[in-house]
């Protein structure tokens, strides 16, 4: 199976703080997409973003920003100035074609007031 | 955007009874759906992919049997927890994806939370 990995279990932050939450994924497909979301104690899952293999550019959005590196096969994710309400797990997840996503296994951050 | 609901929110049942999750894409037409389970503190795995009209591929250690999975129209796919017990206790979400879709994006529903007593 082509895993995963978040190897960051748990993350406590005070806010304001940057925090980044790592990624690092396996696959032997050309095309390939990258997907984080966020899951609050609801339950519901948020996307956050979603990522075509052929696009290496970083982005930002608000406070969020994604560093995409095919050559480490990572796709970390950075919150700037972090708040109580981004308390929640993060998911990084990875999909091919019409295939379910294949998730990693989640990093709860904390952020503390 | 595209909107997957599911059905109920949360469940309480008693061991050995059934239990019935829909999974409903509100405004596209769902050719393929996946279910997944997450226990407590852990992941979201894989259960089951269902395309429309098609029988279900379970994902290697599901119960084809103990979970009835139905896709008869693009809108609906059940899920069915045959025989509950105890450790089918999870979160169990769906997501829809549609073959008209060229940038196959997933949809994911909100979540049903199953207690078995």
Redesign the interface.
């Known amino acids: 199976a082509q895993k995963v990995t978040q190897a960051q279990t748990e993350i406590s932050v005070v806010e304001k703080e940057d925090v980044t939450l790592d990624c690092v994924y396996e696959t032997r497909d050309t095309t390939y997409?990258l997907f984080w979301?966020k899951q609050p104690p609801?339950?519901?899952?948020v996307?956050l973003i979603?990522r075509n293999s052929f696009d290496e550019q970083n982005e930002i959005s608000g406070r969020y920003s994604w560093n995409f590196q095919k050559s480490t096969s990572s796709f970390n994710f950075t919150i700037t100035a972090s708040q109580v309400v981004d308390s929640a797990v993060y998911?990084c997840a990875r999909?091919t074609?019409?295939?379910?996503?294949?998730?990693?296994?989640?990093t709860r951050l904390q952020v503390q007031p | 955007g595209a909107v997957v609901s599911q059905h109920p929110s949360w469940v309480i049942c008693k061991s050995g009874t059934s239990v019935k999750i829909e999974c409903r894409s509100l405004d596209f037409q769902a050719t393929?759906m996946?279910w997944?389970r997450?226990f407590p503190k852990?992941?979201?795995?894989?259960m089951a992919?269902s395309n429309e009209g098609s029988k279900a591929t379970y994902e290697q250690g599901v119960e084809k049997d103990k979970f009835l999975i139905n896709h008869a129209s693009l809108t609906l796919s059940t899920l069915t927890v045959t025989s509950a017990h105890p450790e089918d206790s999870s979160?169990y979400?769906c997501?829809a994806?549609t073959?008209s879709n060229p940038?196959?994006?997933?949809f994911?529903g909100?979540?049903t939370?199953l207690t078995v007593l």
């Open positions: 997409y979301y609801s339950g519901e899952l996307f979603r998911f999909g074609g019409r295939r379910a996503l294949t998730f990693g296994s989640g | 393929t996946f997944y997450q852990q992941s979201l795995m894989l992919t979160f979400i997501s994806s073959s940038n196959n994006e997933q994911f909100p979540g939370r």
